[in-house]
């Protein structure tokens, strides 16, 4: 059973710091590519970062550059996105994603706001 479980979201002051975490199980993770989206309230899911199966090419979204990092550990099935200097507009649901060739797989999402 194919399983991506997102940790790690909350509330947290502008300028602030969050390291999200996304578990995964059921299917070879290191030969899955693996993205970060994000949902806001009445907008659409959009690509936050990606990063491929070896971890050795990585691109973020131009709203991100600079202040978020994707990273995976392949021993240990996960990919994190440690996001620092948080803005208002970086509340939404994170998604986590994995990708190889057509087959994609979705977690459930957590939960990001950002205010004072």
């Known amino acids: 059973q194919v399983q991506l479980v997102e940790s790690g979201g909350g509330l947290v002051q502008p300028g602030g710091s969050l390291r999200l975490s996304c578990a995964a199980s059921g299917f070879t993770f290191s030969i899955y590519s693996m993205t970060w989206h994000r949902q806001a309230p009445g907008k659409e899911r959009d690509l936050v970062a990606f990063?491929?199966?070896?971890?050795?090419?990585?691109n973020y979204a131009d709203s991100v550059k600079g202040r978020f990092t994707i990273s995976r550990d392949n021993a240990k099935n996960t990919v994190y996105l440690q996001m620092n200097s948080l803005k208002p507009e970086d509340t939404a649901v994170y998604y986590c994603n994995a990708v190889f060739g057509s087959t994609k797989f979705w977690g459930q999402g957590t939960q990001v706001t950002v205010s004072s």
């Open positions: 990063i491929t199966g070896a971890g050795g090419s990585t």
